[in-house]
């Protein structure tokens, strides 16, 4: 039987999908962009 998929770590988390990475490029502005626009209370992680 394989492990499963999901290994959760704090720190991969906020690295790959925090707000500061997302700032960090066009496309991921465009992302808070839409998120703002949509009224999400929750922008990125």
């Keep these: 039987m394989p492990k499963r998929v999901y290994q ?3 720190a991969k988390r906020i690295r ?3 707000f500061r990475i997302k700032m960090a ?3 991921g ?3 808070i962009k839409r998120r703002r626009a ?3 209370t ?4």
């Design 8 to 10: 959760p770590k704090k």
């Design 16 to 18: 790959k999908h925090g």
């Design 25 to 27: 490029s066009a496309s």
């Design 29 to 31: 502005r465009n992302v």
């Design 38 to 40: 949509k009224g999400r």
């Design 42 to 45: 929750k922008l990125a992680l």
